[in-house]
């Protein structure tokens, strides 16, 4: 596997779902906040604690913030959700997925205990290949802890992995 030159994550921020999982998808660019704040760089989203949800308490993927603004209505289509009094718009910009591990979150933009920064590893690209049936290009997803699953895009061809063995 290539060694691939990664960009240092330093902070880390807890989103409520479903907003985490759509930035994870990428369809949600720019998250929105009463607050704003002047850090430019990587942040590592975390899904807030919901006893409910599967996600619930893990670190899913880190992004770039390269702005933070007042909201505009224009915004409301990339943040999913409608302008309200006082928001800020938080741009994000390349998303990369790494394998989901617990993190206990804190309030705000916090700053991630080196323990944390040492479980990161980022989603493996090596297996985003091709299909052995028919060459098409393989999807992969996330199931459970170390679970991944590939599927092909063209044909029935689907298998699963465990990233432990
Ligand atoms: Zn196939």
Redesign the pocket.
């Known amino acids: 596997m290539k060694e691939k030159k990664i960009k240092m994550v330093v902070r880390a921020l807890s989103v409520k779902e479903p907003w985490a999982s759509l930035i994870y998808s990428g369809e949600k660019t720019i998250e929105t906040r009463k607050w704003k704040t002047d850090y430019r760089g990587s942040i590592l989203i975390c899904v807030s604690r919901n006893p409910k949800n599967p996600l619930s308490g893990l670190a899913i993927c880190d992004v770039t913030l390269i702005d933070c603004r007042p909201m505009t209505e224009d915004d409301e289509q990339f943040a999913k959700c409608e302008i309200y009094d006082g928001a800020y718009s938080w741009v994000l910009k390349d998303i990369k997925k790494i394998i989901p591990f617990p993190i206990k979150g804190k309030l705000g933009l916090f700053k991630l205990d080196d323990h944390y920064f040492q479980q990161i590893r980022w989603y493996p690209t090596i297996h985003r290949d091709?299909?052995?049936?028919?060459?098409?290009l393989?999807k992969i997803t996330w199931i459970e802890k170390n679970i991944y699953r590939t599927t092909?895009?063209?044909?029935?061809?689907k298998c699963d992995f465990d990233l432990n063995l």
């Open positions: 091709f299909c052995e049936k028919c060459k098409g393989l092909c895009g063209d044909c029935d061809y």
